[in-house]
């Protein structure tokens, strides 16, 4: 790659943040690309605090796969209420309209196909959009699916949501997964604490970079990028 064109494409990226983002920064980012009358699902982990920066004018309906439709935020204080709880076993509060029923139906919503978006974590992500975040191959790890396989499979979008590398520092953007499969070619966008990438037959496209540019992302990556628009 020329000097000219590392230039060219680093000033195609935006740097959005001098720093790499907090989970509740990099959540308020998730939650302002939701398209507005989307029904979401929310995963374990870091995407359940999306839920803390969604308001009635984003007009988004979030679903939990243990039986509610309308979830609202985190609960506090006196809004605590045993019984109201994401997946995650998280207290939240409900928004007008809020309904429930058994997590039997729940589950037929998610594989119908009738979730616009679901926001996931992962351990790995790769070129093809695969993902992998439920089991990370080693004969000692607890297996963890949840409803993270049929979700990926039955909503029109997949988003992750996660940090760019591993606690040794390597990149879960990956050529291929390696650790078992959650989805085949199911995520379309990655939000990390360092860019937010978009995943399409062309490979990674970076939309915006956080507390980095495009050259050092390419290096922490380590895979072809390309700016990406959208």
């Excluded at 076993?89 to 009738?114: L, N, W």
């Excluded at 953007?173 to 399409?200: I, K, N």
């Amino acid at each position: 790659m020329s000097e000219r064109t590392t230039r060219e494409q680093t000033s195609a990226v935006p740097r959005t943040a001098d720093h790499p983002l907090g989970p509740e920064e990099l959540a308020r980012v998730v939650a302002a690309d939701i398209p507005a009358g989307s029904y979401v699902n929310l995963g374990i982990g870091q995407p359940t605090l999306v839920a803390n920066h969604l308001t009635a004018e984003h007009d988004v309906t979030l679903h939990t796969e243990n039986g509610m439709l309308g979830m609202g935020r985190e609960a506090h204080g006196d809004e605590v209420d045993p019984d109201l709880i994401n997946a995650g076993k998280i207290p939240v509060v409900e928004t007008p309209g809020c309904s429930y029923f058994h997590h039997a139906d729940s589950f037929a919503m998610m594989r119908g196909g009738h979730l616009d978006c679901c926001v996931l974590g992962a351990f790995q992500v790769d070129v093809e959009g695969n993902l992998a975040n439920w089991h990370t191959g080693k004969p000692d790890a607890i297996p963890a699916v949840g409803g993270a396989m049929d979700l990926a499979t039955g909503a029109k979008q997949t988003f992750v949501m996660m940090t760019l590398l591993t606690k040794k520092g390597q990149s879960k953007l990956v050529e291929q997964c390696t650790m078992p499969l959650t989805g085949v070619g199911c995520v379309s966008r990655v939000y990390t604490d360092r860019a937010v990438f978009l995943v399409d037959e062309d490979g990674l496209g970076v939309r915006e970079t956080f507390g980095t540019d495009f050259e050092e992302l390419q290096e922490l990556v380590g895979l072809p990028l390309r700016p990406a628009a959208g």
